[in-house]
């Protein structure tokens, strides 16, 4: 049977052997599921890959970067992130100059906040980036776990809905109702890791029958994303949270999923979404005094 694209099922064509040019966009590549650059070096050897076009192999170039950045800088991150964070974003994305544009982002958005934490409060320095592009990147990690997983399962076609959970949205209110979601997933879904100080952990639980399901995806401990994927577009769930063409700002507001109106996953948690000119942006923390290690 013909390989298929995992992101756009498209019908791959093999690579000749003695082929010397350019690689056509329907040409038949290997992806690593997450990328393997967020992994600690020595890479362990249980990662991920899966079938890909030539063309789509390189649409995140560069953001599987930003979704490192992005991660490392969170505080809380256990030991893998402290060595990500170390070895691969100073010693080697800032040292190299790399990722020039976020890196001005971070630099012009930081400022002085305190979020709560399971220690108590904690001032930290906040930034904010651009999360679409992010989510855009998770939204395609999951579609390459269900490959891997589920190669029977047809979810081309599928409504994607990725939520981002970490110090930053948990200080903006509902923290109760974030934790809470992360706890059900936890505890009512199947769960494995993958790198050789937990850099990237999921569980999940899928409906092949009802065609859709439900991830959770958490880097170096501390950075959360929830992905939700079905047939039934998701605007028709969460009809009236955005109201008019200019897409003004309307929340946080709290959408409850229930195991009726989910088909029957078996999970019952709430999701704060909220929506801005421009587009859904995120934020992440560090430790108070970090940046000027930075310099």
Not at 195 to 219: K, M, P, T, Y
Request: net charge positive; hydrophobic share 35%; proline share 6%.
């Amino acid at each position: 049977m013909p390989q298929r694209c995992y992101i756009c099922d498209v019908e791959l064509v093999p690579i000749p052997r003695a082929h010397n040019g350019p690689l056509q966009d329907n040409h038949a590549t290997r992806d690593h599921v997450p990328p393997d650059g967020l992994f600690c070096d020595p890479k362990p050897s249980n990662l991920i890959t899966v079938p890909c076009c030539h063309k789509h192999n390189r649409k995140h170039s560069g953001v599987d970067e930003r979704l490192r950045m992005f991660a490392a800088l969170e505080i809380g991150r256990n030991e893998g992130g402290e060595k990500i964070l170390s070895e691969k974003v100073f010693g080697s994305t800032l040292k190299k100059m790399r990722q020039p544009k976020f890196v001005t982002k971070i630099a012009t958005t930081l400022r002085n906040e305190t979020v709560a934490t399971d220690k108590g409060p904690m001032p930290v320095a906040v930034f904010t980036v651009d999360g679409k592009e992010i989510l855009e990147c998770v939204a395609d990690i999951t579609r390459g776990l269900l490959r891997h997983f589920y190669p029977q399962f047809n979810y081309h076609g599928h409504d994607f809905m990725v939520v981002d959970i970490h110090s930053a949205t948990l200080a903006k209110g509902a923290r109760d109702a974030q934790l809470r979601l992360i706890s059900e997933m936890v505890t009512k879904t199947q769960g494995e890791s993958r790198g050789n100080q937990s850099e990237f952990r999921f569980w999940r639980q899928i409906d092949e029958r009802r065609e859709h399901g439900a991830w959770l995806l958490v880097f170096y401990e501390t950075v959360a994303f929830t992905v939700c994927h079905s047939k039934i577009p998701f605007r028709t769930l969460f009809e009236g949270h955005c109201q008019g063409k200019g897409r003004e700002r309307v929340g946080p507001r709290i959408m409850t999923f229930s195991p009726d109106r989910f088909g029957g996953l078996g999970l019952g948690f709430e999701i704060q979404l909220s929506c801005q000119p421009g587009g859904c942006t995120s934020c992440a923390c560090f430790r108070q005094g970090f940046g000027g290690q930075a310099a």
